[in-house]
């Protein structure tokens, strides 16, 4: 199951167009610096800030890393086309093995995750990160992901040029999260 999981999603990388970092929330105070850019999402009624890698490289996904209260989710994100919209391979999530390494430093082995939905694949860079990849990912220049699909391999590989700028931004605006400001009041859509 996981290796058809992995071609399907990799079959779909090589046809993909660059997606959204929206997914079905909104961003609100989106900036670009370099590779990659900053903003609060909101979803669900709850806002967090989500750092998106904005350069189309190797694979052609998006990289989008939420930062919440305390913790982050690093996720690999591909939107579905055509025939493939609506079609759920899986609605559980699976295990599959995964290497992340950021220039020549030691590979970080985290636990990742393969998903979908009717719109979206996901690879959920798991436990096994931790603040020294966000620090690693600061003084980087390139992160590269290998995914392993039985005795293959799926490298894909993405630019750090402005993420240490990305990243200042984003902790600035979560300290504003959850205080809101006067036009919150007046339902002016405004949020920050």
Not at 74 to 92: F, L, P, Q, R, Y
Not at 140 to 156: E, P, V
Request: net charge negative; proline share 1%; hydrophobic share 35%.
């Amino acid at each position: 199951m996981e290796s058809k999981l992995i071609k399907a999603f990799v079959l779909s990388l090589a046809v993909w167009s660059f997606a959204s970092a929206a997914d079905s929330g909104q961003l609100l105070n989106s900036e670009d610096s370099g590779d990659w850019s900053s903003a609060v999402f909101h979803i669900n009624n709850s806002d967090n800030v989500r750092l998106s890698s904005t350069s189309v490289t190797s694979q052609h996904a998006a990289l989008n890393i939420d930062f919440y209260d305390g913790y982050y989710v690093a996720e690999i994100m591909e939107m579905k086309t055509g025939d493939d919209i609506g079609n759920v391979i899986s609605s559980e999530r699976v295990e599959v093995e995964c290497q992340v390494r950021i220039d020549r430093n030691p590979v970080f082995t985290p636990t990742c995750t393969f998903n979908d939905d009717n719109t979206t694949w996901f690879v959920t860079l798991g436990k096994g990160l931790g603040d020294r990849f966000i620090e690693e990912m600061e003084s980087g220049s390139t992160l590269r992901i290998k995914l392993l699909d039985g005795k293959d391999a799926i490298y894909d590989r993405y630019s750090l040029r402005g993420f240490s700028g990305a990243y200042r931004r984003g902790m600035s605006l979560m300290s504003g999260i959850g205080k809101g400001n006067d036009s919150d009041y007046f339902s002016d859509g405004t949020r920050l």
